[in-house]
């Protein structure tokens, strides 16, 4: 149980184009998802914490019009990486957490690569 | 500042042995700590948690120690094997809120045949 799905697992997109990325919790219904990025050794950085029916919290640094977070339902969150950029290339990830348990559920990662 | 320090070098240790991580941390209150295991391109699978209140925690071959006065963290992987080699990597929570993570940057551990 506690599956975290993310679509798709890699992306090449040329500079300026947008990126959807979906993240499905398929077990388990998620009121509150949340979105990283991994750059190469480093550790996950939290970008937005996202919850359903509402408006995603992005943490100080991160551009909410550039990263634009969707979670229209208890299963699914999207993020949508626009006008990306070189610098924008990263590992992004996504969990889920159950309501009232500790831990969060990863998905699998998204490797994007912006030429 | 606020930091979360993990073994930044790599920890090689022959199989059966005990593999020990450590995770400091200062100018954080967590409410409780958590342990992940990465792979490779892959996300984090959740291993352990372990509430401010706690001392240890174990888990099959894993231990957990959290002293809260110390501010630090053990992660203990009793008779090693080669399949325990992966980054490991602490996360801070917090009470309140969405219970967002912190993340060190993780250890990488190689077990040896």
């Known amino acids: 149980g506690a599956v975290v799905s993310q679509h798709p697992s890699w992306v090449i997109c040329k500079s300026g184009t947008s990126v959807k990325i979906e993240c499905r919790s398929l077990d388990f219904q998620a009121t509150t998802m949340f979105w990283y990025r991994q750059f190469p050794k480093q550790s996950l950085m939290l970008m937005a914490t996202?919850?359903?029916?509402?408006?995603?919290?992005?943490e100080q640094g991160v551009e909410k019009d550039k990263f634009l977070i969707n979670h229209a339902s208890l299963t699914l969150s999207t993020l949508t990486v626009t006008s990306a950029h070189p610098e924008d290339s990263s590992f992004y990830i996504c969990s889920a957490q159950i309501p009232g348990w500790g831990e969060q559920f990863f998905g699998p990662g998204t490797r994007l690569t912006v030429l | 500042s606020q930091k979360i320090e993990q073994n930044s070098e790599a920890l090689n240790i022959q199989e059966g042995k005990t593999a020990t991580l450590t995770c400091n941390y200062t100018n954080y209150s967590p409410a409780y700590l958590q342990w992940y295991r990465q792979d490779p391109g892959r996300g984090p699978v959740f291993l352990l948690l372990?509430?401010?209140?706690?001392k240890e925690k174990r888990k099959e071959r894993l231990k957990v120690t959290f002293d809260t006065t110390l501010k630090q963290s053990l992660f203990h992987i009793t008779a090693s094997q080669p399949a325990d080699s992966a980054t490991y990597l602490c996360a801070l929570a917090f009470s309140g809120g969405y219970n967002k993570l912190i993340f060190g940057a993780g250890t990488r551990l190689a077990v040896h045949p």
């Open positions: 372990i509430r401010e209140n706690e």
């Open positions: 996202s919850n359903e029916g509402s408006k995603a919290t992005y």
